[in-house]
């Protein structure tokens, strides 16, 4: 197992948000690897990444953080997954397939995610008369021009790392199979749907856990 290979590392922390896709990416890329680790829950939502003792891990203020057992921080979830896959079939061996993962790993965090996510946000994290809900028509217009990039990708591929499934898969696919949350539908795209089937068929998947009651709540009525 690549996972296996890794050991002489030991044992990293992750300190993450489950729900977040930013954080679920790390998460889901470590159980495929098989990879031994700590997961320290951070409630992002209700003020966690604000406290003194985790601003001492990341200034920032963002999950995820990934801590190795020599006390070294990594942030920036894309970063991790680079990071976390070198050497193993979740990265490709070839520089030019190697620079094609990155560029769709900088597309998900440049051109996706500003958009996905932040109105999956909006919907499911903020009060219903918060005055960031007048942002969501323009953050749904340009997550759906970011998925019909992804569309047309994959008309002729099978998976955005190269020829077979890996990091930048498991970017892009974090935010994307919970679109609808920000009422960002998935209808009209056939391929991305077949897409995120395959990467649910992949071996060691887990899947995101569900938002809260209070959040799904909010979702539902937005």
């Known amino acids: 197992m690549a996972g296996a290979a890794r050991k002489e590392r030991g044992v990293i922390t992750v300190h993450g948000f489950s729900v977040s896709g930013n954080c679920h990416k790390v998460r889901l890329l470590l159980e495929q690897l098989g990879r031994p680790y700590r997961w320290v829950e951070v409630d992002s939502a209700r ?9 001492a891990i990341n200034p920032n203020g963002k999950v995820p953080v990934l801590v190795r057992e020599d006390g ?8 991790m ?29 440049y051109s996706h995610e500003p958009y996905v996510a932040v109105a999956r946000f909006i919907c499911g994290w903020t009060p219903l008369d918060s005055p960031r809900r007048a942002e969501l028509p323009r953050l749904r217009e340009r997550g759906h021009q970011a998925l019909a990039v992804m569309e047309r990708h994959l008309a002729t591929h099978e998976w955005f790392t190269g020829a077979r499934y890996g990091i930048a898969d498991i970017a892009l696919f974090a935010y994307t199979h919970v679109a609808p949350h920000g009422g960002i539908a998935l209808d009209a795209y056939p391929r991305i749907r077949d897409w995120l089937a395959r990467v649910q068929a992949t071996p060691g998947f887990v899947p995101m856990p569900a938002p809260d009651a209070d959040a799904q709540a909010l979702i539902d009525r937005s």
């Open 72 to 79: 070294a921080v990594l942030t920036e979830s894309d970063a």
């Open 81 to 109: 997954l680079f990071w976390l896959a070198e050497g193993t079939p979740f990265l490709p061996d070839d520089a030019w397939q190697r620079a094609q993962a990155l560029s769709w790993m900088f597309f998900e965090q």
């Open 47 to 55: 003020g966690g990444t604000r406290t003194a003792g985790f601003l």
